[in-house]
């Protein structure tokens, strides 16, 4: 039997300045109570899947709607989990619309695919001018600690900001040359990018420190020979990074995170408080 979820998200910001959210949701996906760590303009949403993964013919979709004003962090307590499929595509979708003065931080955890697993993700963000977001993904493939590695199966993965920056790529086990080629994953069965995108081309001073800030963090950390960061488009900076387990990976991400918060957003860095649990 398979499993649809649906959660639907709608942030905006009050007479007092207050970013409230409502929430609809159908099937195994929710969120837990809003959470204000930083005062009450940023409303930090934690989302809960209690079947804790994803089988062959599951399927979750999220739509995040952001109002004038609204600023959402939304991460996830745990990893997400794609597993053994008999023969099913296991698929979750997320599209996210901000309008024009809205901040959105999508921060959730690993996503770990198990050997044999068949998922798709797909995340799409549409954002207006003068909306601004910065997200990341990480994608952990097999369980080499526990001797599991990712033999069998295929994972997709598709991240676009309409019109602008699209990045569709599939990750077969049986791909030998993309998962150990120089020019593939080099044997890393880790990956991660973060990305900041603004609703319209920055300014070339922004941009560029936002580039250098990643690039500096980056220069000094064990992961250096493994990660780079590029302006693919006028409002979008990137960095990518490669690693043999999640914890490294995640950390320089975490890093460039709040670097690029204080620096893009005058904002302190706020780790939500379920990273530290």
Same mark, same amino acid.
């Given at each position: 039997?398979?499993?649809?979820?649906?959660?639907?998200?709608?942030? !905006? !910001?009050?007479?007092?300045?207050?970013?409230?959210?409502?929430?609809?949701?159908?099937?195994?996906?929710?969120?837990?109570? !809003?959470?204000?760590?930083?005062?009450?303009?940023?409303?930090?949403?934690?989302?809960?899947? +209690?079947?804790? @993964?994803?089988?062959?013919?599951? $399927?979750?979709?999220?739509?995040?709607?952001?109002?004038? %004003?609204?600023? /959402?962090?939304?991460? #996830?307590?745990?990893?997400? !989990?794609?597993?053994?499929?008999?023969?099913?595509?296991?698929?979750?979708?997320?599209?996210?619309?901000?309008?024009?003065?809205? $901040?959105?931080?999508?921060?959730?955890?690993?996503?770990?695919?198990?050997? @044999?697993?068949?998922?798709?993700?797909?995340?799409?963000?549409?954002?207006?001018?003068?909306?601004?977001?910065?997200?990341?993904?990480?994608?952990?493939?097999?369980?080499?600690? /526990?001797?599991?590695?990712?033999?069998?199966?295929?994972?997709?993965?598709?991240?676009?900001?309409?019109?602008?920056?699209?990045?569709?790529?599939?990750?077969?086990?049986?791909?030998? /040359?993309?998962?150990?080629? +120089?020019?593939?994953?080099?044997?890393?069965?880790?990956? %991660?990018?973060?990305?900041?995108?603004?609703?319209?081309?920055?300014?070339?001073?922004?941009?560029?420190?936002?580039?250098?800030?990643?690039?500096?963090?980056?220069?000094?950390?064990?992961?250096?020979?493994?990660?780079?960061?590029?302006?693919?488009?006028?409002?979008?900076?990137?960095?990518?990074?490669?690693?043999?387990?999640?914890?490294?990976?995640? %950390?320089?991400? #975490?890093?460039?995170?709040?670097?690029?918060?204080?620096? /893009?957003?005058?904002?302190?860095?706020?780790?939500?408080?379920?990273?530290?649990?």
């Amino acid at each position: 039997m398979s499993w649809h979820g649906h959660l639907k998200l709608d942030y !905006r !910001r009050d007479d007092t300045g207050r970013c409230i959210a409502l929430d609809l949701h159908d099937g195994p996906l929710r969120v837990l109570q !809003r959470l204000y760590p930083e005062g009450p303009g940023v409303c930090h949403h934690v989302l809960v899947h +209690p079947p804790g @993964g994803m089988v062959g013919g599951d $399927r979750l979709d999220i739509a995040i709607n952001l109002a004038q %004003g609204s600023h /959402a962090l939304i991460t #996830t307590p745990s990893a997400a !989990r794609f597993y053994r499929s008999a023969g099913e595509t296991a698929c979750q979708s997320l599209v996210a619309r901000l309008e024009a003065g809205t $901040r959105l931080e999508w921060l959730p955890l690993e996503t770990l695919i198990y050997d @044999g697993a068949l998922g798709e993700n797909q995340l799409r963000f549409d954002l207006a001018p003068g909306a601004e977001m910065m997200g990341w993904d990480l994608l952990a493939l097999g369980l080499p600690a /526990a001797e599991r590695p990712f033999e069998r199966g295929h994972y997709t993965q598709h991240l676009e900001l309409p019109g602008r920056w699209l990045e569709r790529g599939r990750i077969a086990a049986d791909d030998l /040359a993309l998962l150990h080629s +120089p020019l593939g994953l080099a044997g890393h069965s880790v990956m %991660g990018s973060l990305w900041f995108a603004a609703g319209q081309a920055m300014l070339g001073a922004r941009r560029e420190a936002l580039l250098e800030s990643a690039r500096d963090i980056s220069s000094r950390h064990a992961l250096a020979a493994t990660s780079g960061s590029t302006a693919p488009e006028p409002g979008i900076v990137v960095l990518r990074v490669l690693g043999a387990r999640v914890e490294p990976v995640m %950390g320089l991400l #975490t890093e460039v995170w709040a670097a690029w918060r204080q620096l /893009a957003w005058q904002l302190a860095p706020c780790a939500p408080r379920i990273w530290r649990t």
